[in-house]
């Protein structure tokens, strides 16, 4: 069993940064892989980045290569999102979740509550 409970959301203007943290709890955190995902008003849940439980392994969805940067520090029990370059578009609640395979949307079992990111223009 894994507790996930998000920080670092808020209000920025586009353009801007912010950093996302998630702090896990339970004594088989490491051996997880790690997700973010978003949902914006009206839109389904998607996919945004991933990475392995090892950290070697990271993936990306198209909307935010080289914009987004999926990191873990398996010590702290936490996994971070560093988000640059912010949209609009990219305002949604995040969510940090866990599971198997960094790659699977489906196979991620555990979630934490979610984290507001609002872009202005």
């Known amino acids: 069993q894994v507790q996930l409970v998000e920080s670092g959301g808020g209000l920025v203007q586009a353009g801007g940064s912010l950093r996302l943290s998630c702090a896990a709890s339970?004594?088989?955190?490491?051996?997880?892989?790690m997700g973010w995902f978003r949902q914006a008003p009206g839109k389904e849940r998607e996919y945004v980045s991933g990475?392995?439980?090892?950290?070697?392994?990271?993936d990306y969805a198209d909307s935010v290569k080289g914009r987004f940067t999926i990191s873990r520090d398996n010590a702290a029990n936490t996994v971070y999102l560093q988000m640059n370059s912010l949209k609009p578009e990219d305002t949604a609640v995040y969510y940090c979740?866990?599971?198997?395979?960094?790659?699977?949307?489906?196979?991620?079992?555990?979630w934490g509550q979610g984290t507001q990111v609002t872009v202005s223009s």
């Open positions: 339970g004594r088989t955190y490491s051996s997880y892989a």
């Open positions: 990475i392995s439980w090892s950290g070697a392994r990271k």
């Open positions: 979740a866990a599971g198997s395979n960094w790659k699977r949307s489906a196979s991620f079992d555990y």
